[in-house]
């Protein structure tokens, strides 16, 4: 039996009201003070954005066989086709290297190599699904699919199969998360990632069969029934990934996970998903492909109980001969960091979550199909969505949030 270990690194800037006008955070610190921490880190960052293309490509060119998973989120891959477009990124340097076209890259890379990097889909605007309107659901899934195949093309797009939902946010209402898995697969998506915390673990199950197979997700509702195939968070070793996991340390507890599969005669190979921001920290931007990431690339040819692949490769491969284990959702669902409590809790949360429901029910009920002012309303409404403006809990970010709503409510025609 062989253990698949699949890295997966989540990436995603959110938009800000700056100067009287919309533009991405990361745009924003690119043009501030260059000698200030902010201005210095937004060249890793965008650096970081751009290292998984880089990557595999020259790992690939070398005759080695990378495989990654990511998801970026549409406002990210929107602002990295403005910076690249506009000059921005050629005028930035990074170890004295420019950044360059990064959308450019990874059309190379996805193009040229394909297997490499699997995209998962995601929401346009990073919304926090628990708490966002309902009737938006659709409107953010598709306009993430809209901004990825208008960059990269319909090939590409076709091979976005599993879906990632932002801050790993899954309700637990039945009816509703029936809902969104039926969405979901309307949308063309196959599997999803989710955490362990969104998930009931039957009784005497070890955290390597919760977190390290593949399941069957079924949802039972009032009459009503959904199923959707799902992975879920390694959560050890993505915290471990995000703080800086060496090579060995990965290959020690992918084996640790190996042979708890083998020692309770579970047929399925192991699955091991470890996720984590992409940029966040000085280890992402660093260190994890030079220490982590490229030297495990490297082991793989010389490894008999080790290997890597996408997530939909390991589907394609081992699930035939093996069926999926039947799970269900916990009643509370879950996040990435447990509960739904940074996005729900406290006033101002409750007050911004008051006022997009409101303006998103205006628009849904009073908007027109063929008014491009009603265009641009749906489309900042999204915007508003963006789950970044309350998880802070800080003034900063809730004030982003009003300054969008409140530009969203003065641009709604007057309806008699």
């Known amino acids: ?229 799902c992975v879920v968070r390694d959560t050890d070793m993505g915290i471990r990934q995000q703080s800086g996991h060496n090579a060995d340390g990965c290959l020690n507890d992918i084996r640790y996970r190996l042979g708890v599969f083998e020692q309770e005669q579970l047929t399925s190979p192991p699955l091991i998903v470890p996720t984590s921001d992409g940029e966040n920290g000085n280890v992402m931007m660093f260190e994890y492909f030079k220490n982590t990431f490229v030297p495990l690339v490297e082991m793989m040819p010389q490894l008999a109980d080790v290997e890597m692949l996408t997530v939909s490769q390991y589907l394609d491969r081992y699930l035939d001969s093996s069926q999926p284990t039947p799970l269900s959702l916990n009643t509370t669902g879950g996040s990435w960091i447990g509960g739904h409590e940074s996005w729900n809790e406290g006033d101002r949360r409750q007050a911004i979550a008051l006022k997009i429901e409101t303006l998103s029910r205006q628009v849904a009920e009073q908007g027109s199909s063929s008014d491009p002012i009603w265009d641009e309303a749906r489309q900042l409404l999204l915007v508003c969505e963006t789950s970044c403006f309350v998880y802070w809990n800080a003034e900063f970010w809730f004030d982003q949030a009003d300054s969008f709503l409140g530009k969203l409510e003065a641009s709604l025609p007057i309806t008699v």
């Open 1 to 229: 039996m062989k253990a698949t270990f699949v890295p997966w690194l989540h990436m995603h800037q959110p938009p800000i009201w700056w100067n009287h006008q919309p533009m991405g955070n990361l745009e924003k610190m690119l043009n501030g003070d260059p000698n200030s921490e902010e201005g210095w880190n937004a060249q890793w960052f965008a650096q970081a954005y751009k290292n998984p293309a880089k990557y595999a490509l020259e790992l690939s060119r070398r005759g080695r066989q990378p495989r990654m998973m990511v998801d970026y989120s549409g406002v990210l891959l929107e602002e990295l086709a403005k910076l690249s477009e506009d000059g921005t990124f050629a005028n930035r340097h990074v170890d004295g290297d420019p950044l360059g076209d990064v959308i450019g890259l990874w059309r190379e890379a996805l193009n040229d190599y394909p297997e490499a990097i699997e995209f998962a889909g995601t929401a346009y605007s990073h919304c926090y699904f628990p708490t966002t309107p309902e009737r938006d659901w659709q409107a953010q899934i598709m306009t993430w699919k809209r901004v990825f195949g208008d960059l990269f093309g319909e090939a590409a797009l076709e091979r976005v199969k599993g879906f990632w939902l932002p801050e790993m946010g899954m309700m637990g209402d039945p009816q509703r998360a029936i809902a969104l898995i039926r969405l979901l697969k309307r949308c063309g998506y196959e599997w999803l990632i989710l955490p362990a915390s969104a998930l009931s673990r039957p009784e005497g199950w070890t955290t390597p069969q919760l977190e390290n197979q593949v399941h069957e997700l079924q949802i039972q509702g009032e009459g009503d029934r959904e199923t959707i195939l």
